[in-house]
């Protein structure tokens, strides 16, 4: 038996239930991870509160929450081979499936990786799912270059404070767009041009942007139409938003422009988390945690991410780094 938070049915953080139930076991392609902190993502609570369709279509209730793991591999199936028992290990459990929310979890052996050598779990946690969602935007749909000029909207949250780092470590030109409380830490993290939405209309500042990268939580048609205005000729607009479509209005000012659209799904890889992982021990990508809740006070770390003022990442605590 474990301890794990779970939802049995859609709404507020009231839903949440800390639960004893049945230890996962893995499939011969799966480990079985001893957590020992898990990240708060805004997929949490979007589907703990049921109201995105798309999401709601394919998961089973009950549910175990948490898709952002840091942990010791317990068990291997039988078919695995580039991860051991005792391997410490940072990565996304399976999703759709049972979360990180938990003192185990499973997941194919493919979506985690040796966690960096340089950080505790605590802060490994709080890398995944938001660096995977950078990494898979940029340079998978993005195809981003050294050299290049790349716009990262919502610069100072999980994903995009990734983003920014990743894409200066790559040789990136970035311009990151976030709140004026913001503009500072944008600097110290590697922004070369930084630009307050509040007070500073970027779709007239800049032009001929080779990507802009949605990394903001907004889902907002106009904001899409003003970020191709800034784009070059055959540029590329990508975002992380997968579960909110382009208009026909927006899929015709990019036809206009010549220019790509997409939405980017995030694709957990063993060798990015890897790669990932030595950009950290390398000290070119930092870990930014906001705040570090128990696994009990799994309420207050929902409501914390619902009010979208965070810079950097949530992270619940299950075990400590020591023990």
């Not at 903001?216 to 975002?239: C, F, Q």
């Not at 696994?295 to 979208?308: G, K, P, T, V, Y």
Request: hydrophobic letters at 45%; aromatic letters at 8%.
């Amino acid at each position: 038996m474990m301890k794990a938070v779970r939802i049995n049915e859609y709404g507020g953080p009231e839903v949440l239930r800390f639960e004893e139930i049945d230890r996962p076991v893995p499939a011969k392609d799966e480990i079985l991870v001893k957590v020992f902190a898990s990240g708060v993502n805004p997929v949490d609570w979007a589907i703990r509160n049921g109201a995105n369709e798309a999401l709601r279509s394919f998961l089973t209730l009950p549910l175990t929450l948490g898709w952002d793991a840091a942990g010791i591999v317990e068990e291997i199936g039988d078919e695995v081979t580039a991860l051991q028992k005792g391997d410490a290990v940072y990565g996304v459990p399976n999703f759709p499936g049972n979360g990180s929310y938990a003192e185990y979890c499973v997941a194919k052996a493919t979506r985690f990786a040796l966690k960096p050598e340089s950080i505790g779990f605590t802060e490994s946690a709080a890398v995944p799912l938001a660096a995977l969602t950078a990494w898979t935007g940029m340079f998978e749909y993005g195809n981003l270059q050294a050299g290049q000029r790349i716009l990262i909207q919502g610069g100072s949250g999980g994903v995009g404070s990734f983003a920014v780092q990743f894409a200066k470590a790559k040789g990136a030109y970035v311009i990151a767009i976030a709140s004026g409380s913001n503009l500072d830490y944008l600097r110290e993290i590697g922004a070369d041009e930084v630009i307050d939405y509040n007070t500073q209309k970027y779709e007239e500042l800049l032009h001929d942007i080779d990507l802009v990268l949605e990394a903001s939580p907004m889902r907002d048609n106009m904001e899409r139409l003003k970020a191709v205005r800034v784009l070059k000729t055959g540029g590329v607009l990508v975002s992380v938003n997968t579960d909110f479509p382009f208009s026909d209005e927006l899929k015709e000012a990019i036809s206009r422009k010549n220019a790509v659209a997409e939405l980017s799904a995030n694709q957990p890889r063993q060798e990015w988390l890897a790669e990932i992982a030595q950009l950290i021990d390398d000290g070119k990508v930092k870990v930014f945690i906001n705040k570090v809740f128990a696994l009990e006070d799994f309420a207050a770390a929902h409501r914390e991410s619902e009010s979208w003022h965070i810079r950097g990442k949530l992270v619940l605590e299950i075990k400590k780094d020591k023990e």
